[in-house]
């Protein structure tokens, strides 16, 4: 296993470019650490670079790497005083868990473009998320974000115990969003598969949820137009609105 460090003094963004499964976690510690294990023969090529107080990490692969891809892997431990912004462009597996330090881990900004692979997100406080996935799926899990946009072309979002403003654009792919506290606007757009919305009990909101090839099933008492492919009406005092639209698939709302 290769390892190393970098310090963290006046950054105030971190970029990073990888080809294979990554792991990123805090930890209470001072210093930046990457772990990076693989059989590949020659290693692969860890370039670091700092400019205008952003930390660039790339690794690059080795030709034998396209034939262990699944075999290699990275871990950067972040220093969990760490808040500021995170840039990444991954190709395999994502996970970036906040559990390790026993808290919900703060960060401004986290931006990620996925081109294959699941990502995977929890036990995260953002200011600003923005995924953007060609082929893979996003699992999302006591998320708080003050905005979020997702925009995925062939791939599931899943999301359990979000709160937070919500814009999900997804081509091909289920949805399946629990919310914790409805607490801002939520907007989800598909154009071929199965969209279901959970909201909490306590909810007050303006509905308008319209399919055009499908059906709108759920028990919550709209009040106003509920009919087998269009529901728009309020809920409770009518709060905040939720926009939901699909080309082709169903909508359940609970």
């Known amino acids: 296993m290769l390892q190393h460090t970098s310090s963290l003094d006046e950054i105030q963004s971190i970029k990073v470019n990888v080809p294979f499964d990554t792991e990123i976690l805090p930890a209470k510690q001072k210093q930046l650490q990457i772990q990076i294990a693989s059989q590949s023969i020659p290693q692969p090529t860890l370039v670091m670079s ?10 690059k692969p080795t030709t034998v790497h ?11 431990i972040v220093p969990s005083s760490y808040h500021q912004s995170f840039i990444l462009h991954t190709e395999g597996n994502l996970t970036i868990s906040g559990v390790r330090i026993k808290q919900t881990w703060s960060i401004d900004r986290l931006a990620i473009q996925s081109t294959a692979g699941i990502t995977k997100l929890d036990h995260l406080l953002l200011n600003q998320l923005m995924y953007k996935g060609t082929t893979g799926s996003l699992y999302g899990d006591q998320l708080k974000a003050h905005t979020s946009n997702f925009n995925i072309l062939s791939g599931n979002l899943n999301l359990d115990q979000y709160t937070g403003k919500l814009d999900a654009n997804i081509v091909s792919g289920k949805v399946q969003i629990e919310l914790k506290e409805l607490i801002k606007p939520t ?13 909490p009990p306590s909810s007050a909101f303006s509905l308008d949820a319209i399919t055009e090839h499908g059906h709108i099933s759920g028990k919550i008492p709209i009040r ?31």
Request: hydrophobic share 30%; charged share 25%.
């Open 224 to 254: 106003g137009l509920t009919t087998k492919q269009h529901w728009k009406g309020d809920y409770g005092q009518g709060k905040w609105p939720i926009r939901i639209e699909n080309k082709s698939g169903n909508i359940s709302i609970q």
């Open 187 to 199: 907007h989800i757009k598909v154009i071929s598969g199965n969209i279901r919305l959970s909201l």
């Open 50 to 59: 700092k400019q205008n107080k952003q930390l660039h990490i790339e690794i």
């Open 66 to 76: 396209f034939l262990l891809r699944n075999k290699s892997k990275v871990r950067i």
